[in-house]
């Protein structure tokens, strides 16, 4: 098969020739249609100090996408050769406390499609069948293949209950944008978003925020006085890991506020402790999916709303055929308002 592959632990990638997968007795294989890139696999491309870390080279990265399964192994129920899939990137021990527990997404011992085995940026892919995701009929190839991004926004918004509530999401990328669409499918009053680019706050207007507001140039508290709130936000989604937007959110939340946490810091910061501890604020870490309840939530949602379905598919940019594979690699450095999607079936 074909596949992009990183040779050595070094800067590139190259779209050459490697083995099919072979399905263990657990296991299936899928054809892979369409694949999304992921800002890991811009690091992964790059070769940075997180990738020399976390990543075990030679391997094929790629963890999102959506296809079909061609081959199932003999201890395989449930699944069937012909069925439309994606699947969860994060293949867990199984054994440890969490993961006997049913909280999978909390296993201390996870191994990443993509980063520690081969991943989806190939014409075929082994998964665990444990992991593997059937999707409803009406979701498309494209919309199947950012599932994975998709399940970090879900999962985020739907940390806390969201009905009649005032949301901030401080981060308008693809994650954050698609966050505001679940946060306004769930019932949430007022929808607050933050960036420092324009396209992007038109996106979420988009989106469903009501307001948006750029940081570099005006304050979160001018969108509560547009909206004549008066206390604060109940609920905040960090969707950026920029320094100043915890603090900033903080600020804005009101007294028992609570705030998912997805944005990852680069770097440390420091945030108005007392503040934390006075006005009484739950912070939760947010990571991955959970497994597998936000993916239910993720396909329950979208077969039941065509307004989501069509919110969701404006975060997909452009599909581009895999043979061109950095074009499209290009266009999803140059961060703009959305996701680059390779079609692998054209080769
Ligand atoms: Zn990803
Ligand atoms: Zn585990």
């Known amino acids: 098969m074909k596949a992009l592959f990183k040779?050595?632990?070094?800067?590139?990638?190259?779209?050459?020739?490697?083995?099919?997968?072979?399905?263990?007795?657990?296991?299936?294989?899928?054809?892979?249609?369409?694949?999304?890139?992921?800002?890991?696999?811009?690091?992964?491309?790059?070769?940075?100090?997180?990738?020399?870390?976390?990543?075990?080279?030679?391997?094929?990265?790629?963890?999102?996408?959506?296809?079909?399964?061609?081959?199932?192994?003999?201890?395989?129920?449930?699944?069937?050769?012909?069925?439309?899939?994606?699947?969860?990137?994060?293949?867990?021990?199984?054994?440890?406390?969490?993961?006997?527990?049913?909280?999978?997404?909390?296993?201390?011992?996870?191994?990443?499609?993509?980063?520690?085995?081969?991943?989806?940026?190939?014409?075929?892919?082994?998964?665990?069948?444990?992991?593997?995701?059937?999707?409803?009929?009406?979701?498309?190839?494209?919309?199947?293949?950012?599932?994975?991004?998709?399940?970090?926004?879900?999962h985020t918004a739907l940390t806390f209950p969201l009905i009649g509530e005032d949301v901030l999401v401080t981060g308008c990328g693809p994650i954050g944008l698609m966050a505001i669409a679940v946060a306004r499918h769930a019932g949430a009053r007022f929808i607050v978003a933050t960036d420092v680019s324009a396209p992007r706050l038109a996106m979420a207007r988009q989106m469903g925020a009501d307001e948006v507001v750029d940081v570099s140039r005006s304050d979160i508290r001018d969108a509560q006085r547009a909206l004549a709130m008066r206390e604060g936000f109940d609920v905040g989604f960090e969707m950026s890991g920029a320094a100043t937007a915890l603090p900033a959110m903080i600020d804005n939340m009101n007294h028992g506020g609570r705030i998912a946490m997805l944005g990852l810091p680069s770097a440390g910061y420091d945030i108005d402790w007392g503040k934390l501890v006075t006005h009484m604020l739950t912070i939760k870490g947010i990571y991955g999916r959970e497994m597998f309840e936000t993916w239910n939530a993720m396909g329950a949602m979208l077969q039941s709303s065509a307004t989501l379905r069509e919110s969701i598919g404006r975060v997909i940019a452009e599909v581009l055929p895999a043979r061109d594979w950095e074009k499209a690699f290009a266009a999803a450095e140059s961060a703009g308002t959305g996701k680059i999607i390779l079609d692998w079936t054209q080769l």
């Open 7 to 154: 040779a050595e632990r070094a800067a590139g990638l190259e779209l050459v020739e490697r083995p099919d997968p072979v399905a263990a007795a657990d296991e299936v294989v899928i054809r892979v249609l369409r694949t999304g890139i992921c800002g890991t696999d811009l690091h992964i491309r790059r070769w940075d100090d997180w990738a020399a870390s976390a990543i075990d080279a030679p391997l094929i990265p790629g963890h999102e996408f959506y296809g079909e399964v061609v081959e199932v192994g003999p201890l395989v129920r449930d699944i069937a050769v012909g069925d439309r899939v994606s699947g969860e990137g994060h293949i867990v021990c199984g054994t440890c406390r969490n993961c006997r527990a049913g909280r999978r997404q909390m296993c201390i011992r996870t191994i990443g499609l993509g980063l520690q085995r081969d991943g989806a940026f190939a014409e075929y892919l082994s998964l665990p069948a444990t992991n593997v995701w059937v999707h409803h009929s009406d979701v498309t190839p494209e919309l199947g293949a950012i599932f994975d991004p998709l399940g970090n926004a879900v």
